[in-house]
């Protein structure tokens, strides 16, 4: 079993930074990629950036290429994902989630066997 805990998201402006982390308990965390999803009012959770397992291999969504990154700290079982020149359209709960036993973290949330409760976060323009 994993348990994943969000935190980091907040209110700030259009052009802004922030980093949300994703604090996770469980023994097979290490054997988990870990993904990042958002779901904004009226649409559909998409994937927006992902880890491997060893913290190698990225994957992010072409909205955030450029400027997110995302990292991970196996010996903190911990999770980051940076974000600048944060826009409008950024707005949306954020979720962590752990596939079990992937290697490269899948693009598909039903993928992922274990989700955080997620954190907001809010850009205004």
């Known amino acids: 079993q994993v348990h994943l805990v969000e935190s980091g998201g907040g209110v700030v402006q259009a052009g802004g930074s922030l980093r949300l982390s994703c604090a996770a308990s469980g023994r097979t965390f290490s054997a988990c990629a870990v993904g990042w999803f958002r779901q904004s009012p009226g649409k559909e959770r998409e994937f927006v950036a992902g880890?491997?397992?060893?913290?190698?291999?990225?994957r992010y969504s072409d909205s955030v290429q450029g400027r997110f990154t995302i990292s991970r700290d196996n010996a903190w079982n911990t999770v980051y994902v940076l974000m600048h020149s944060l826009k409008p359209e950024d707005t949306g709960v954020y979720y962590c989630?752990?596939?079990?036993?992937?290697?490269?973290?899948?693009?598909?949330?039903?993928?992922?066997?274990?989700w955080g409760q997620g954190t907001q976060v809010t850009v205004s323009s």
């Open positions: 989630a752990a596939s079990l036993g992937s290697v490269l973290p899948p693009w598909t949330g039903d993928e992922y066997n274990y």
């Open positions: 880890v491997s397992r060893s913290g190698l291999g990225r």
